[in-house]
């Protein structure tokens, strides 16, 4: 059964930093490009950051660009996202998924696997 378990949420003060991890299993995702997704309340999904299978690209929304940092470790089946200078509008629940291809991508559409998300919340 493949899974991927979000961990790293929780409530923090503007301007404060969290880390976020993914871990997955049931299959390897090393080949594998893995996203990070937000949806906040009343709005849609949206893009994150992405990184490429080896870790070779990285793509970031425009939002979080300079604040956050994609990354990931395959020998421990571990993708994280680290989010500095937290905004109140970073406050979503987060999501990380993964795709049947190496190439990172910015649409959901091209994600096959998703974990049940982790609630960050940023007080101002």
């Known amino acids: 059964q493949v899974q991927l378990v979000e961990s790293g949420g929780g409530l923090v003060q503007a301007g404060g930093s969290l880390r976020l991890s993914c871990a997955w299993s049931?299959?390897?995702?090393?080949?594998?490009?893995m996203g990070w997704f937000r949806q906040a309340p009343g709005k849609e999904r949206e893009f994150v950051s992405t990184?490429?299978?080896?870790?070779?690209?990285?793509y970031y929304a425009n939002s979080v660009k300079g604040r956050f940092t994609i990354s990931r470790d395959n020998a421990k089946n571990t993708v994280y996202l680290q989010m500095n200078s937290l905004k109140p509008e970073d406050t979503a629940i987060y999501y990380c998924?993964?795709?049947?291809?190496?190439?990172?991508?910015?649409?959901?559409?091209?994600?096959?696997?998703w974990g049940q998300g982790t609630q960050v919340t940023v007080s101002s």
């Open positions: 998924a993964a795709r049947n291809g190496r190439v990172a991508l910015a649409s959901s559409l091209e994600y096959d696997y």
């Open positions: 049931g299959r390897t995702f090393s080949s594998s490009a």
């Open positions: 990184i490429s299978w080896n870790g070779g690209s990285t």
